[in-house]
């Protein structure tokens, strides 16, 4: 069933579609989306196809619908764009939160930010007409698309079905206890500022570095700021020190008593920026985190948000994640998650045989080093293999000896990026191409690139793989809470990232939750793997809050 807005937004038109997306029944038109989606859904509920999840499912949640499955021609025109070779464009997040810029977390590197547009640059369409035409088109590619990766079509209805978790989840809000999370900055920071300006801790901090550094200073106020680089720069040359930059790396490798006050600083600034009491009074309401997510936002097919800082909440901040009284927290993660797709997608045997053990890097150990004692080390080299690093450590050779298969696909997948060519995850979600000038530099340099792009190549393989996995776990998990008793009220998943689920439920409902988590995994390991013998563990318990998470 086609959705679009009226011409000047003033209703909605829907419009079914057979399975070639022609045309099969009249335009209707109607003032009020929910309740023509109400009739359908109570009737056993169609596939909805709209532009942007995000742009038309909240008009649905604000009164009280949900739905069952839909088709995001959006989130599919950007999976189709990449499979024919074109450039990554993050999908659209909806506009409704606070801030209109996606956070991107880079491959190798930490969260940039990157302005929201729409699929390819291209505006979405405008009326059902063109919605309908677009639809028609999709189907047509995606028939050929699928004759050369049979999985596609399921990544289309795990992307879509990601895109309703995403804006439900964004609609529940995670449990956040604003009296825990004022005690925790408090403990951390000292009493909240009544005007602008640092918390007291920090401002205590402030002056001892300044004190160190600028030990001469008589005159009022600092001598230099710790949040400016160039001041911090400044004053260590002042020092006889010569730094580079003001990273924990390079300052823990010189001896001054200022270093450690500074790195402090540092951190808790971080932490009174990211979420202090603005992040709380921005985006804190009723006892909820209500964030914004953007399934498919990172060019690994990961989540991103637009704002709010959801997918990177601190350690320290876990504490303030609790159910409400009555209810529980059902979190669980899949254990060693990337290491066991390697093992799915390169049929590596030795490597399957030893996902069946619920520590993965311990059998890894015991079969290519024999010491399973020496867990440590078959980590690290697995992980260097997996990220490009060019170690030649004892752990790597003895892995490369013992699992050929699996270091054979990710060197292929290596050499594919270094030669300017793109590789797919199990679904077909195909990394985008290099710029067409990304070679027309110096041979020094065009070797530099060429490598990098061997290394996000090789790991892109399997990210996008257990990105894959992680959407189909979240369809059939948000299939599974709905199908549960809400007597009590709703199990609602609130918290997703990149392989973790936390699920927030009455306290009667925890066993009936953590069947549904473990049935969801065991699902998503059969469709998105299927049967290759590999074992990806699912742990999930009920807890009171997210600090309580191993």
């Not at 069952?68 to 990554?88: K, M, N, P």
């Not at 951190?267 to 964030?291: P, S």
Request: with cysteine; hydrophobic share 45%.
């Amino acid at each position: 069933m086609l959705v679009a807005r009226t011409r000047g937004g003033t209703g909605w038109e829907l419009q079914a579609v057979d399975e070639a997306g022609v045309a099969a029944g009249p335009v209707r038109r109607v003032p009020r989306l929910e309740t023509a989606v109400r009739e359908q859904e109570a009737q056993g509920g169609p596939r909805w196809v709209w532009w942007r999840t995000a742009e038309v499912y909240p008009v649905l949640l604000d009164a009280g619908v949900r739905v069952a499955r839909c088709y995001d021609a959006g989130a599919v025109e950007s999976l189709l764009r990449t499979h024919a070779g074109e450039a990554f464009v993050p999908p659209q997040s909806s506009g409704r939160e606070p801030t209109a810029r996606t956070q991107q977390i880079s491959l190798f590197g930490e969260a940039e930010a990157a302005p929201v547009e729409d699929a390819a640059g291209e505006p979405a369409p405008g009326t059902l007409d063109e919605l309908r035409v677009l639809h028609a088109e999709q189907l047509a590619r995606l028939s050929e698309v699928r004759r050369e990766d049979p999985g596609f079509g399921l990544l289309v209805a795990a992307e879509s079905a990601a895109c309703l978790a995403a804006v439900e989840m964004g609609r529940a809000g995670l449990p956040w206890s604003v009296r825990i999370h004022d005690q925790v900055l408090e403990d951390l920071l000292g009493p909240r500022p009544q005007h602008t300006g640092r918390p007291r801790g920090l401002q205590t901090l402030a002056e001892e570095v300044a004190r160190l550094l600028a030990p001469d200073h008589t005159g009022p106020g600092l001598p230099m700021n710790p949040d400016s680089p160039g001041e911090v720069l400044k004053a260590f040359k002042r020092q006889g020190i010569q730094l580079t930059t003001t990273r924990a790396w390079e300052l823990k490798t010189i001896d001054h008593p200022a270093v450690a006050p500074l790195l402090r600083y540092k951190e808790l600034a971080r932490l009174h920026v990211a979420h202090g009491w603005a992040w709380q009074d921005q985006w804190v309401r009723d006892g909820r985190f209500h964030a914004e997510y953007v399934p498919g936002g990172v060019v690994t097919g990961r989540w991103a948000t637009s704002g709010g800082g959801a997918l990177q909440i601190p350690k320290v901040m876990r504490a303030c994640v609790v159910a409400d009284p009555g209810w529980v927290l059902v979190a669980a993660d899949a254990g060693q998650l990337e290491p066991r797709i390697l093992a799915a997608l390169s049929g590596d045997r030795g490597m399957i045989a030893a996902t069946a053990d619920p520590d993965l890097y311990t059998a890894l150990a015991r079969q290519a080093l024999g010491r399973p004692e020496a867990r440590g080390e078959a980590k690290i080299g697995l992980l260097a293999a997996m990220y490009g690093a060019r170690a030649n450590t004892p752990a790597m050779v003895a892995l490369q000896r013992r699992f050929p298969q699996a270091l054979a696909l990710l060197e292929r997948a290596a050499r594919t990026g270094e030669d300017g060519g793109s590789v797919r995850s199990v679904l077909g979600r195909t990394c985008p191409p290099p710029d067409p000038s990304w070679q027309d530099v110096p041979p020094e340099q065009a070797l530099s690139r060429s490598r990098a792009r061997g290394r996000f190549t090789r790991n892109f393989v399997i990210q996008a793989s257990a990105a894959d996995w992680a959407n189909a776990l979240v369809a059939g998990l948000r299939r599974r809470l709905a199908a549960l008793d809400e007597t009590d009220g709703r199990a609602e998943l609130v918290f997703f990232q990149h392989d973790e689920v936390i699920v927030h439920a009455p306290a009667r409902l925890s066993e009936a939750v953590v069947a549904a988590i473990v049935g969801s995994g065991a699902e998503a390991t059969a469709l998105v793997l299927g049967e290759r013998g590999v074992r990806i563990p699912l742990a999930a318990a009920p807890i009171g809050s997210y600090a309580e998470k191993n």
